[in-house]
């Protein structure tokens, strides 16, 4: 939430192309966790989907539409950052913030289509008993729907997660080098720089490789792999990391940061003060002792 106030309240000052992205990556974030406590509720129940049945599509549709928004909008932050240092003048010369706006409803529409196979699918299942009624959610397929289910799995893989993920290593790796050739560069930069890389290219690795790997031994095997439950909730994590991104990527977070902690220390300083005066004052002027009133 802190991010988002701070995205929100930077584009409205002066937005950059970095803070659309970050904006948006934000948003997908906050969305994933709105539906994760279902997913979590599922996991629960040893992957029986126990609540109302339109909320099976619904959750998973969200849930794989954001999963697929980060890959995407942690690639195009890649790339923005990399033609910042490869091509300083003739980048800010023709980056607009509105080209940037155009391209994240692009990543949205993009994802959304291709997640769309959850709804597909169910058109697909002919019997007169859905998954929910036999009690689990987007997991037990018919081989009619496997033949649809297969091959977008496949093309999950491979556009959605290969070429992001190759593109960021590209960019990265030159982006890193880069900065590693100018010697009067700042040194807290340049370990941002290394921070912000090696961020996302373990967002990619521990939340999304295991998930989309997944997809490729599926179709391989022609049937979804034992280990891709827990492939699907490592990809929970990248909630968790995706803050770490945000550290580096933006001067507004890190002084939004900054801030808090200093008004938290402040606070605590204050209190402890308040709290060793008022320790003092009771050793110096102990509480007389009454004496017994006698008859």
Same mark, same amino acid.
């Given at each position: 939430m802190v991010a988002f106030y701070t995205f929100i309240k930077k584009?409205?000052?002066?937005?950059?192309?970095?803070?659309?992205?970050?904006?948006?990556?934000?948003?997908?974030?906050?969305?994933?966790?709105?539906?994760?406590?279902?997913?979590?509720?599922?996991?629960?129940?040893?992957?029986?989907?126990?609540?109302?049945?339109?909320?099976?599509?619904?959750?998973?549709?969200?849930f794989y539409t954001t999963i697929y928004n980060s890959t995407?909008?942690?690639?195009? @932050?890649?790339?923005?950052?990399? %033609?910042?240092?490869?091509?300083?003048?003739?980048? &800010?010369?023709?980056? $607009?913030?509105?080209? +940037?706006?155009?391209?994240?409803i692009f990543f949205w529409v993009i994802s959304m289509a291709h997640v769309s196979i959850v709804y597909i699918v169910q058109s697909f299942h002919h019997s007169n008993t859905t998954q929910t009624e036999l009690g689990s959610c987007y997991q037990n397929f018919t081989q009619e729907q496997m033949q649809i289910l297969m091959p977008v799995r496949l093309e999950l893989?491979?556009?959605?997660?290969?070429?992001?993920?190759?593109?960021?290593?590209?960019?990265? @790796?030159?982006?890193?080098r880069i %900065?590693?050739?100018?010697?009067?560069?700042?040194? &807290?930069?340049?370990? $941002?720089?290394?921070? +912000?890389s090696l961020g996302t290219l373990l967002v990619f690795a521990v939340c999304f490789a295991p998930?989309?790997?997944?997809?490729?031994?599926?179709?391989?095997?022609?049937?979804?792999?034992?280990?891709?439950?827990?492939?699907?909730?490592?990809?929970?994590?990248?909630?968790?990391?995706?803050?770490?991104?945000?550290?580096?990527?933006?001067?507004?977070?890190r002084g939004t940061v900054h801030h808090l902690l200093r008004s938290m220390v402040q606070r605590v300083l204050g209190l402890w003060g308040s709290c060793t005066a008022l320790y003092s004052r009771t050793q110096d002027n102990p509480p007389s002792a009454q004496v017994p009133m006698t008859t």
């Open positions: 584009v409205r000052q002066k937005a950059t192309p970095i803070d659309v992205l970050l904006l948006n990556l934000t948003s997908s974030d906050l969305i994933f966790l709105l539906v994760l406590p279902f997913k979590m509720k599922e996991a629960k129940n040893n992957m029986k989907w126990n609540l109302p049945n339109f909320l099976c599509p619904l959750t998973s549709f969200v995407l909008f942690l690639t195009a @932050i890649s790339i923005e950052r990399y %033609l910042g240092v490869a091509f300083p003048i003739q980048y &800010k010369l023709k980056r $607009r913030p509105s080209y +940037l706006m155009f391209v994240s893989f491979l556009v959605l997660f290969c070429v992001p993920f190759f593109i960021c290593c590209f960019c990265y @790796i030159n982006f890193v %900065l590693s050739q100018r010697p009067n560069f700042n040194p &807290k930069k340049r370990l $941002r720089a290394i921070g +912000l998930y989309n790997l997944s997809h490729l031994v599926g179709f391989i095997q022609w049937e979804s792999p034992s280990w891709r439950v827990e492939a699907v909730l490592s990809s929970t994590v990248n909630a968790c990391l995706d803050p770490i991104i945000f550290y580096f990527s933006s001067s507004a977070i």
